[in-house]
């Protein structure tokens, strides 16, 4: 009985949608991962066109598409919130929320994490915040893609958080005293050698963990939505759609809650690390 | 950044199998194309004129409730002083109440004295007036009498009486009477 039922999940994993096209749960991947369509089954695809320069593949992508339209959103939005502050100091329903978006930012993360002379700071941080925010929530409209549970994408913005904190750490203490500030003081010189790989073997997990931990974050609810949809195929009934379409949508509400988690984690974390390199005695 | 997105790319270039943690170069570069750009775009025209709006808003409300503050302090003092003066105004118009009345009692007084002294001297007067009168009166109609009975007297004994002897007697007879 057991590994019949088993079996018969097995079977209907290989051929997830009766079609028998893809291999196990090829599919649930294929929705997930970058491609070089728009996806709006059943209406149909949109093939998007690969470019090629200097022998570098830079398609656009499914994934850069969405990357744009947050990003083209992003800016369409607070261009219109500062063209409103330039008029009048008294905020409306609109930009009162994004007001207190950027409040949090500026005086709950930037301002306790980083310290003195957080102020130049802000912008970078205000840009990945909304920028990582808007993206997730593209990422839960229907026939849009999650950018952020790209790894290139939150490996990439990763990689700027490493760098503004380096340009932070250098400029506030010197290209010498920077990398000086790294080994903790008053450490035995015998421990010198294994301080010194272990403390530049933690500059790199920091944006490792940060691009890990959103990538990661951002993918799991969408795996987990689409195998309980899936769920419905592979035991090939209409009975279990209740089920699964009612859990799918709580896994969506904590996808919600995920999605402003993940941008305030992201934000925060990156305010942190900017904060121990320019202020590296504590 | 820029740097490592070729890093990523040169990367892409060897692996062909489709994973979840492959890394694309390509959408890496867009990323970063993307990102920076919008952090040029939003610094200049957005955070800049947002966060110059709410800290000039800020700065304002700091400013109002410092103006309230000092306009509370001055509104306080104007109290404080208008107090002081109402009280003093208060004492002054008590003392002169206080002055008005001891004035008024005096007067009174006075007047009542007065017009008591007065009314001593007129009933006084008129009393010693009243008793002149009688006296003139009685003495008229004593002299009247006298008259009338010497008168008589001297038709009833004209011959036998001189007329200075009788006056005597009734000398006599009149101080008897006023004796009595």
């Known amino acids: 009985m057991y590994t019949d039922s088993t079996k018969a999940i097995a079977d209907s994993l290989t051929t997830p949608h009766g079609q028998g096209a893809s291999q196990g749960s090829d599919w649930i991947l294929h929705h997930i991962m970058d491609g070089n369509y728009l996806d709006f089954s059943p209406i149909g695809k949109i093939y998007l066109p690969e470019i090629e320069v200097m022998g570098f ?226 | 950044m820029i740097f490592s997105t070729f890093v990523f790319l040169r990367a892409s270039e060897a692996g062909e199998k489709a994973s979840l943690l492959d890394v694309n170069g390509g959408l890496a570069f867009w990323t970063a194309v993307t990102f920076i750009v919008l952090l040029i775009v939003l610094a200049k025209f957005a955070w800049k004129p947002i966060i110059g709006a709410l800290d000039s808003r800020e700065q304002g409300i700091k400013d109002a409730l410092e103006a309230a503050k000092k306009a509370k302090e001055e509104a306080d003092q104007l109290i404080a002083h208008t107090e002081k003066v109402r009280q003093e105004n208060e004492e002054a118009a008590r003392k002169q109440i206080e002055e008005s009345r001891k004035f008024i009692e005096e007067q009174k007084l006075k007047m009542s004295h007065d017009l008591k002294e007065e009314f001593d001297k007129k009933r006084k007067d008129f009393e010693a007036e009243l008793d002149n009168r009688e006296r003139e009166m009685i003495d008229r109609v004593i002299k009247e009498v006298a008259d009338v009975t010497i008168a008589a007297a001297e038709k009833v004994v004209k011959s036998s009486l001189d007329h200075e002897k009788n006056k005597v007697l009734v000398n006599k007879f009149i101080e008897e009477i006023r004796n009595n």
């Open chain 1, 57 to 282: 593949n830079i398609s656009i992508t499914r994934h850069v598409v969405f990357l744009w339209l947050a990003a083209i959103l992003l800016a369409f939005l607070l261009i219109k919130t500062a063209r409103r502050y330039k008029k009048t100091n008294i905020p409306n329903r609109f930009t009162g929320a994004i007001e207190v978006l950027i409040y949090f930012v500026k005086d709950e993360i930037a301002k306790p994490s980083i310290g003195g002379g957080y102020e130049k700071f802000v912008p970078y941080l205000l840009t990945a915040f909304f920028f990582i925010l808007f993206a997730n929530f593209l990422g839960l409209v229907p026939f849009s893609a999650t950018v952020t549970s790209n790894i290139s994408v939150t490996a990439t913005l990763a990689i700027a958080t490493f760098s503004v904190t380096q340009w932070g750490g250098m400029r506030k203490n010197g290209v010498f005293g920077y990398f000086k500030g790294l080994i903790p003081h008053g450490i035995p010189v015998f421990l010198l050698p294994i301080m010194i790989v272990v403390e530049i073997l933690g500059l790199f997990t920091k944006p490792f963990a940060l691009a890990m931990r959103l990538f990661a974050n951002m993918t799991a609810g969408h795996i987990v939505i689409y195998a309980l949809i899936g769920l419905i195929f592979t035991m090939n009934t209409i009975a279990v759609a209740p089920v699964s379409v009612g859990m799918a949508l709580a896994i969506y509400m904590l996808e919600i809650l995920v999605a402003m988690l993940q941008a305030y984690i992201f934000t925060m974390l990156s305010a942190v690390f900017i904060g121990m390199a320019v202020h590296q005695d504590h």
